[in-house]
């Protein structure tokens, strides 16, 4: 099934996860749901005053998942984790926002990839939120490593320079809402805020998927 298919013709009538039992909530079956832990997950960003929520812990359940979404085309689960990040915006309180922001892929990797996965959520959350989608202010300069298996100084270094901003013109004296799906220690996070706060943007909140921190 191409890349196409599996995000524009998916059944919205049976669960994201197993595809095959009858939905209840955010596109999930009962069963699918119960394997989930919800929480109210609150990161600051190292170095800074911002915080990132998350609405779900890394659980064994949602890494295979999200190990599917990133690595095996199964892009089809964008609009599930998508209708979780709504509501975790929702409860948030719905701050105010001008611009949604995905953390940016390299080129070579989105190729690869197919898709960015943070800007499939972001897509989500901007349509059914009206808050407009930037996703072209950001450009990755260069392929990075993995994070997942560096320390947090590594991360940084691995990420150092990375990311510029192609539209300043869109950041200036903007809310900004940066998306990702997950958050470990905040260093992906923390190189998008360096790089955009030279274009002066009035205010940055962050919302990732998960996190594999249970800190609430």
Known sequence: MSILTELFFVDEHTCGFCREEPVSTHGICTDCKGRLEFVK?????RGTEIWCNYPLFYNNFLKGKVHAFKFQGSSYLYRTFGEILVDCYRQMGSPQVDLILPVPLHPRMERQRGYNQAALLARVLSERTGIPLEEHALKKTRQTKEQNKLSYLEREENLQDS????????IKGKRLLLVDDFITTGATFRSLIDALLPAEPKSLIALALTSSSRLE
Do not use: T
């Not at 997950?41 to 960003?45: T, Y």
């Not at 990311?163 to 869109?170: E, G, L, M, Q, S």
């Open 41 to 45: 997950g609150e990161l600051q960003i």
């Open 163 to 170: 990311i510029r901003i192609a539209r300043p013109d869109a």
